[in-house]
């Protein structure tokens, strides 16, 4: 169930923020007060750019999947079991190309058909420079907006996460697959044609996308030759002076003036925070 309490102050465990695409992106911040609920509420955040909110650590933290306090957050918001029995917590999802379903040591098999035995794309990205990734059909764009991505477009559209990561890992000897924060949240943008680079990378590594395509069956691959770019704007007036990650958890209170919202970092003069990272710490948040 959701909720949106329109209020200004919130309190409870920290979730994904929210997004939405719109002329410049929409950001929600979200809580579930009730770490043992699914019901969430959700704060605008937009209308607070510009304005000083405090978000103040409670000092605890519960487990995002089954609710437990627990003294660390594992995987990204999880308890040290959960993160050890979850499918979604396991090596694999960070690493696409070693997935294990086929060998039948899925974690949970019932998740890996319905997150991983699906249609993936594979896709160029410019966050701070061009990056490959690769993403579930249904999370196309909130991945790219996760990622802070100024534009984006998909290359290919294969059967199974297993065979997004084999390709992902074939143009990585190519380009980066990894964000560089510091310069996102510095807001050091390079121009990339993105476009051409995908051109450019389908005829250097054309011999081995035509081996991956035989091995995988042409049925599953399907090379997108001129799929159209995705522009990604952000609610950013003014960018961190310096490259420096608030640690909430050190910090317990962060009060400043928010400067804007990229991917999933709030930003101040000071630095930023990467509010993905406190996902089920416990937390108030207020605009003031
Ligand atoms: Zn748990």
Redesign the pocket.
């Known amino acids: 169930m959701k909720k949106n309490t329109g209020s200004i102050v919130l309190e409870g465990n920290i979730e994904k923020l929210r997004t939405e695409l719109n002329d410049k992106v929409q950001y929600q911040f979200c809580v579930r007060p009730d770490p043992n609920s699914k019901e969430i509420e959700l704060m605008d955040m937009n209308p607070l750019i510009g304005s000083k909110i405090r978000i103040e650590f409670k000092g605890l933290i519960h487990?995002?999947?089954?609710?437990?306090e627990?003294k660390k957050s594992f995987s990204g918001g999880?308890?040290f079991?959960?993160?050890q029995s979850l499918a979604q917590c396991d090596l694999c999802v960070l690493r696409p190309h070693t997935c294990h379903y086929d060998n039948g040591t899925c974690r949970e098999p019932e998740w890996g058909e319905k997150n991983c035995m699906i249609p993936h794309y594979v896709y160029l990205s410019n966050t701070t420079g061009v990056k490959v990734g690769i993403t579930k059909h249904t999370q196309i764009p909130t991945r790219w907006i996760d990622q802070g991505a100024i534009e984006a477009i998909p290359i290919l559209k294969v059967g199974t996460r297993y065979q997004s990561g084999v390709f992902e890992k074939l143009f990585s000897q190519e380009v980066d697959d990894k964000t560089n924060w510091r310069s996102l949240i510095t807001g050091k943008i390079t121009q990339i044609d993105l476009e051409s680079t995908r051109d450019r990378l389908f005829e250097i590594l054309g011999d081995e996308i035509d081996e991956l395509e035989e091995k995988f069956g042409g049925d599953y691959v399907e090379i997108l030759e001129d799929e159209s770019l995705t522009r990604i704007n952000y609610p950013v007036i003014n960018y961190c002076s310096k490259a420096k990650s608030l640690n909430l958890e050190k910090m317990e209170v962060i009060e400043d003036e928010l400067l804007g919202i990229k991917g999933q970092y709030f930003i101040f003069e000071t630095g930023a925070i990467n509010i993905r990272k406190y996902i089920g710490y416990k937390v108030k948040i207020e605009g003031l």
């Open positions: 487990c995002t999947f089954c609710g437990r627990t999880y308890c079991p959960c993160s």
